[in-house]
């Protein structure tokens, strides 16, 4: 009985839910791109190890960000925007929180092991959005 209910407001109130969820998701990667924007090095320290600039690299992801946030709230190309988005988590995630690496700090250890795994929870939500789309509130749709 109580799926029901749940699903009978669920398609009704579907264009909402959709909506509100794009608003979340895409609000968490604008807020952290402009912060990241604001002060490259929230991130350089992550790059060390990639070839080339790391204030490149950092605004590379920076801009990513805000773009891929903006996208997701507008509903503008959201599935292209949503699948660069998981590349972006994986490869942050592998990239930029190798706990597996630390090995005489435990805290430390444990911080990054959260952070690696916030960023696969990140790719499965933007799989989501990739599966689903922007829904019918959305540049998308208009």
Not at 9 to 27: D, N
Not at 65 to 70: I, K, N, T
Request: hydrophobic share 55%.
């Amino acid at each position: 009985m109580a799926l029901r209910v749940i699903d009978s407001l669920v398609l009704r109130c579907e264009p909402m839910i959709l909506l509100l969820g794009r608003l979340c998701i895409g609000s968490l990667y604008l807020m952290s791109g402009v912060n990241h924007w604001l002060d490259l090095t929230l991130l350089t320290h992550f790059m060390a190890g990639l070839p080339g600039s790391v204030d490149v690299w950092a605004m590379l992801a920076a801009t990513i960000e805000v773009a891929s946030g903006l996208a997701l709230i507008l509903g503008f190309r959201t599935r292209e925007f949503a699948l660069l988005l998981v590349l972006f988590n994986l490869g942050a995630a592998v990239i930029g929180h190798p706990y597996w690496s630390i090995a005489n700090d435990a805290t430390a250890r444990w911080a990054q092991f959260i952070h690696f795994w916030k960023d696969i929870g990140l790719a499965g939500g933007t799989l989501f959005v990739l599966a689903r789309g922007a829904g019918p509130l959305s540049i998308d749709r208009a």
